[in-house]
């Protein structure tokens, strides 16, 4: 970590971890999805639809825990700070999710747009969290 203490600031280390997670999470949501779909066979009924909210949950789902592992690489107890942190950040994009991907598969449900607004602000949050927080523990 001396290393990278002298190379570069906290702010574009935590965001080239979160870049580079968010890339391997959404390239990997596209491989699980393609085989899913080849092996199961695809019972959506708006496949373009779900295609966005898998990439869209992926990113999500990639930034909320590259997060929390930054924080827990800097505390003694990794695993307890993981679990603590992450349930009351994960839960509502869960929820949020679950919402969105019902409405795929359901042909007479539409998705909303103040859903999918309401998501990306948390991941917005979450990638503002992480700018303004990681600085902090950096030093230590």
Do not use: C, H, R
Request: net charge positive; glycine share 4%; proline share 4%.
């Amino acid at each position: 970590m001396l290393y990278y203490y002298s190379i570069a600031s906290p702010a574009s280390f935590v965001l080239a971890k979160l870049l580079f997670n968010s890339l391997l999470m959404l390239v990997m949501s596209l491989l699980s999805l393609l085989l899913f779909s080849l092996f199961l066979g695809n019972p959506m009924q708006k496949a373009g639809e779900f295609v966005g909210l898998v990439l869209l949950g992926g990113w999500s789902l990639s930034l909320v825990f590259t997060f929390l592992a930054a924080i827990a690489a800097k505390a003694q107890q990794n695993a307890a700070i993981m679990a603590i942190l992450g349930f009351p950040i994960i839960i509502p994009q869960l929820l949020l999710l679950m919402k969105l991907s019902n409405t795929a598969f359901a042909p007479l449900l539409s998705i909303s747009t103040n859903t999918i607004l309401l998501l990306v602000a948390l991941d917005a949050m979450i990638v503002l969290l992480a700018v303004i927080l990681f600085p902090f523990l950096w030093k230590d």
